[in-house]
């Protein structure tokens, strides 16, 4: 994995563009699995996978598409691999994410449910949530 080509890519996406100093390095990338979508051989979009056995669950996170490749729908088309390998991969494990509060409508677009009350981190308003179990 082209790791500094990763990390610079979140890090002009969460750190420069949002304007929020945040510790990205988080000792979680290790133990993740990376998607990486590229356009024209170019980094376009990503997302983390992170399994946390323990709790039986896995979290999507980190989810950014570079500010020339939005409203393509390729925010759209990684969530859709990502579920389809947590369904694969992780398929008796609960799906959770932390989204910004602007995002929750898209989540929920993926049938996911707020989870927890909106809290600041790092200046920014998000909230937790849940893939939504139908029975």
Do not use: K, W
Not at 38 to 66: K, Q, S, W
């Amino acid at each position: 994995m082209p790791l500094y080509e990763l990390l610079r890519f979140r890090q002009a996406v969460f750190v420069v563009e949002q304007g929020c100093a945040y510790p990205d390095l988080d000792g979680r990338d290790q133990q993740a699995r990376h998607l990486m979508l590229r356009v024209a051989g170019e980094l376009a979009g990503c997302l983390r996978l992170i399994p946390f056995p323990e709790e039986n669950r896995v979290a999507i996170g980190r989810v950014a598409v570079a500010p020339e490749h939005r409203g393509r729908g390729l925010a759209r088309q990684m969530m859709q691999e990502a579920l389809a390998c947590c369904r694969r991969d992780y398929p008796d494990c609960r799906v959770t994410l932390t989204a910004q509060n602007y995002l929750v409508p898209f989540y929920e677009s993926f049938a996911f449910g707020v989870t927890s009350a909106s809290y600041d981190d790092y200046g920014l308003e998000h909230v937790e949530m849940a893939l939504v179990q139908v029975s």
